[in-house]
């Protein structure tokens, strides 16, 4: 099962095992279209869906673990997570394949061996860089005939569930396709199949549910576009911003030796981090830090919409667990999503730093999260937004400056940027 190894050894290498071609693969689903053989009110791109599908196995995992001891839910989330990962750096290689012609080759042993060995190819250059064990487990993962696993199962549940909300988006203006009645029937009998299975997914399903509403309303988060008042291309949105985070987030966890719970906390911290931004829309940092005044009354107005809008719908509904691991995510109990925390018996307890959390809470007990290295990770997304867009011609003044801005601050000895994520090993691979 992926994930389900240990890693509970201090710190076994340095975060500059992370490189400048890795993180372009990562990005590179902010250029992907998706749907693009149909007329679309927007942009659908690959790196939204595959942070949206997450978010719904988020709550997937809530559900499949209810009852079960905190181990059990790490184990199996990390076995979702890492399934996701390795799902998605194959999908950035084959993403011209259309599905109907994808899930043919899948079938024939021979035709998907052959295709998996085009993969592993143009990867395996990248993945070297997290080590030998990591390309393993990847190659692993794909070459498993087993597709009925519990992971495997909650996965594709999760990704039907992101494909029908992206469907029932563009469905309504391409009527007049005779290909849209055939797409509607096998989406809605591929989910109502798995709804046995799958405990929660029947309620996701239903938009009148809470769980339901909430998966519609972070599916918003594709619409609302970073860096507003700058042109760029590619134009990121909050949601797959929120997916680089999370993933670049985990995959340092794995580096840095970090405990499971802290692996998945990590995770999921990247991608929830930014999910207040659907009530408040995309606040550019110097207006959050123009002065201690604002950037708490913006902190207070998001807690305000967040109890009204996510966390009161979720409890009436008796969500309770996962409204509960959601507001750890999103820092409720600390000063923001940022801060280093455990959470012991229950109580959340936020640390001073990054060395106190690493040295005396690195175990799945403590229930830590590193919002220093979420913080870091989305740093990192932004200068690769900056930097990707300069690369493709893109380069105001401000985009310039910026640019500058978030290479120093990812640079610059700072106590909330940890020493061993190698960052300055990483900015010089941009030279």
Request: aromatic share 10%; hydrophobic share 40%; with cysteine.
């Amino acid at each position: 099962m992926p994930g389900s190894q240990s890693h509970t050894q201090a710190s076994r290498g340095t975060g500059s095992q992370i490189r400048k071609a890795l993180l372009r693969r990562i990005f590179s689903g902010s250029f992907m279209q998706r749907w693009n053989d149909r007329l679309r009110p927007c942009s659908l791109f690959e790196i939204d869906k595959q942070a949206h599908k997450m978010i719904v196995a988020s709550q997937l995992l809530c559900r499949a673990c209810a009852g079960q001891a905190e181990k059990e839910y790490y184990a199996l989330s990390e076995a979702i997570i890492e399934g996701a990962v390795f799902d998605y750096l194959f999908r950035t290689v084959t993403t011209d394949i259309k599905p109907q012609l994808f899930y043919r080759i899948q079938a024939n042993e021979e035709h998907y061996a052959k295709l998996l060995e085009y993969v592993l190819h143009e990867l395996t250059p990248m993945l070297a860089s997290l080590g030998d064990d990591f390309r393993k487990r990847f190659e692993e993962w794909h070459k498993d005939r087993n597709f009925d696993s519990r992971e495997r199962r909650l996965l594709r549940a999760a990704h039907l569930t992101a494909s029908y909300w992206e469907f029932n988006l563009i469905a309504p203006i391409n009527a007049f396709d005779p290909e849209i009645p055939h797409i509607d029937s096998d989406l809605k009998g591929r989910l109502e199949a798995l709804c046995p299975d799958v405990s929660g997914l029947e309620d996701i399903l239903n938009p009148q549910t809470a769980m339901g509403r909430f998966t519609s309303f972070c599916g918003q988060l594709r619409f609302q576009k970073r860096w507003t008042t700058i042109p760029r291309i590619p134009e990121t949105d909050v949601l797959g911003h929120t997916f680089f985070v999370a993933v670049v987030s985990y995959l340092y966890s794995r580096i840095l030796g970090f405990c499971q719970a802290r692996r998945v906390n990590n995770f999921f911290g990247g991608l929830f981090h930014d999910l207040p931004e659907l009530l408040t829309r995309d606040i550019i940092t110097p207006v959050k830090q123009s002065s201690p005044d604002i950037n708490q009354l913006i902190h207070l107005y998001e807690q305000e919409e967040l109890q009204a809008h996510v966390f009161a719908p979720l409890r009436e509904a008796e969500e309770h667990d996962f409204a509960r691991r959601l507001g750890y995510y999103l820092g409720q109990g600390c000063d923001n999503e940022f801060s280093e925390r455990v959470c012991i018996k229950g109580q959340v307890r936020m640390l001073k730093s990054f060395d106190e959390m690493h040295k005396s809470f690195n175990t799945d007990a403590c229930n830590g999260l590193d919002g220093y290295i979420v913080k870091a990770c989305d740093k990192l997304s932004a200068f690769m937004e900056a930097d990707e867009s300069i690369r493709n011609g893109i380069a105001s003044t401000y985009l310039c400056s910026a640019h500058m801005r978030l290479r120093e601050d990812l640079t610059v000895p700072d106590a909330r940027i940890p020493s061993c994520m190698g960052m300055g090993a990483l900015m010089a691979d941009f030279d």
